[in-house]
């Protein structure tokens, strides 16, 4: 499926000059300015309210801290695919900016841009740590991981972040001194948290488990691809050419709300994905409305999945996800991924 980019379908907002020079479309200047306020406001006054003696607004602060990092995610998403600013460097300034909020920095971040874009034209996921097999050799820490599976607690992702910091020091890779500078400086600044508020420091844990949950909730059930093992130092694996009825076939829109799409913006209207794929240009902003007016058209309904259908499936396959390559299919169970996220790139 393919739609037309045009922008005579949205209104534009006249705006002083330099708005236009910084911003790459002129209908993004107040939704990416919102976005961008909304971050910085809820991350620190998150911050702020973590540090309060009343439980109410302690528990307000993690839910805060938490949501101001999920749209911190998907806005470093938006900066992947350059729909946000005009400039590349002040692209690449805001992408540093939103993975020391989101946790991303960790990541070599040119790498994290060019295997995102890589998994739209190659239409598969691509893995640089095959956990799978790994847990396979390991089986003391497989059945610790799928008891906390079981248990809801992300096992998996948190594995994926452990290699992302071991990786650049067992392969000595050049990047390895700054990750290991930026893993002093946030564990130097938790630290100090704890030892002057320990709720606080508390809080924010319980924030990042929260927010690693939502976004691996989202990435579970948006794409049928089989995982692709591409082992640093080894040949590069042979992947298949797919075509564009391969990727709408293996792509899902697994929206929040259809009843009252704006609960979609939670997420940045990141589930209007088969839309996102069939152009990646797009900017946020500009998704649902495509989605109403051209893909509910013309797609396969099953295509378009129901939030209880994804909490059931969640809940079924939460530990057959961690230890099958196999990400099933609406038809016989949606099994879906775990551990392909943008944020831990290898």
């Given at each position: 499926m393919a739609f037309p980019e045009t922008r005579s379908q949205f209104s534009t907002i006249r705006l002083h000059k330099p708005f236009h020079k910084i911003f790459r479309y002129?209908?993004?200047?107040?939704?990416?300015?919102?976005?961008?306020?909304?971050?910085?406001?809820?991350?620190?006054?998150?911050?702020f309210l973590l540090f309060s003696r009343h439980i109410a607004l302690f528990v307000l602060g993690i839910l805060l801290l938490a949501h101001s990092m999920i749209i911190s995610a998907y806005f470093f998403h938006e900066l992947v695919h350059h729909t946000i600013f005009r400039s590349k460097s002040t692209n690449a300034r805001m992408m540093t900016v939103m993975s020391w909020i989101n946790g991303g920095c960790l990541s070599y971040l040119p790498r994290a841009e060019k295997k995102h874009l890589a998994h739209h034209f190659q239409k598969a996921d691509v893995i640089s740590f095959d956990f799978r097999a790994w847990l396979q050799k390991h089986p003391l820490f497989a059945k610790i991981v799928m008891l906390l599976e079981w248990a809801y607690f992300p096992a998996v992702e948190m594995l994926m972040r452990g290699v992302m910091v071991i990786q650049p020091?067992?392969?000595?890779?050049?990047?390895?001194?700054?990750?290991?500078?930026?893993?002093?400086?946030?564990?130097?600044?938790?630290?100090?948290?704890?030892?002057?508020?320990?709720?606080?420091?508390?809080?924010?844990?319980?924030?990042?488990?929260?927010?690693?949950?939502?976004l691996r909730f989202i990435d579970a059930f948006q794409h049928t691809y089989e995982p692709i093992v591409a082992t640093p130092g080894a040949p590069s694996p042979e992947i298949p050419s797919r075509s564009r009825t391969y990727e709408e076939e293996n792509t899902y829109t697994n929206l929040l709300s259809q009843k009252w799409p704006v609960l979609n913006l939670f997420v940045l209207n990141f589930v209007y994905h088969n839309v996102h794929h069939a152009m990646p240009s797009m900017p946020w902003h500009r998704l649902r409305r495509y989605h109403d007016q051209h893909y509910v058209?013309?797609?396969k309904p099953s295509q378009i999945l129901s939030f209880r259908q994804q909490l059931i499936w969640y809940h079924r396959y939460r530990v057959t996800r961690a230890v099958t390559s196999d990400y099933g299919n609406i038809e016989s169970g949606f099994v879906g991924a775990v551990g392909v996220s943008f944020l831990t790139v290898l």
């Amino acid at each position: 499926m393919a739609f037309p980019e045009t922008r005579s379908q949205f209104s534009t907002i006249r705006l002083h000059k330099p708005f236009h020079k910084i911003f790459r479309y002129s209908d993004g200047v107040v939704p990416n300015l919102a976005a961008l306020i909304y971050i910085f406001a809820g991350y620190f006054g998150g911050w702020f309210l973590l540090f309060s003696r009343h439980i109410a607004l302690f528990v307000l602060g993690i839910l805060l801290l938490a949501h101001s990092m999920i749209i911190s995610a998907y806005f470093f998403h938006e900066l992947v695919h350059h729909t946000i600013f005009r400039s590349k460097s002040t692209n690449a300034r805001m992408m540093t900016v939103m993975s020391w909020i989101n946790g991303g920095c960790l990541s070599y971040l040119p790498r994290a841009e060019k295997k995102h874009l890589a998994h739209h034209f190659q239409k598969a996921d691509v893995i640089s740590f095959d956990f799978r097999a790994w847990l396979q050799k390991h089986p003391l820490f497989a059945k610790i991981v799928m008891l906390l599976e079981w248990a809801y607690f992300p096992a998996v992702e948190m594995l994926m972040r452990g290699v992302m910091v071991i990786q650049p020091f067992s392969q000595r890779l050049p990047h390895r001194y700054r990750v290991l500078t930026t893993l002093i400086i946030r564990s130097v600044l938790w630290f100090d948290i704890l030892w002057w508020h320990w709720p606080a420091a508390l809080g924010y844990v319980l924030a990042t488990l929260l927010f690693i949950t939502v976004l691996r909730f989202i990435d579970a059930f948006q794409h049928t691809y089989e995982p692709i093992v591409a082992t640093p130092g080894a040949p590069s694996p042979e992947i298949p050419s797919r075509s564009r009825t391969y990727e709408e076939e293996n792509t899902y829109t697994n929206l929040l709300s259809q009843k009252w799409p704006v609960l979609n913006l939670f997420v940045l209207n990141f589930v209007y994905h088969n839309v996102h794929h069939a152009m990646p240009s797009m900017p946020w902003h500009r998704l649902r409305r495509y989605h109403d007016q051209h893909y509910v058209q013309e797609a396969k309904p099953s295509q378009i999945l129901s939030f209880r259908q994804q909490l059931i499936w969640y809940h079924r396959y939460r530990v057959t996800r961690a230890v099958t390559s196999d990400y099933g299919n609406i038809e016989s169970g949606f099994v879906g991924a775990v551990g392909v996220s943008f944020l831990t790139v290898l």
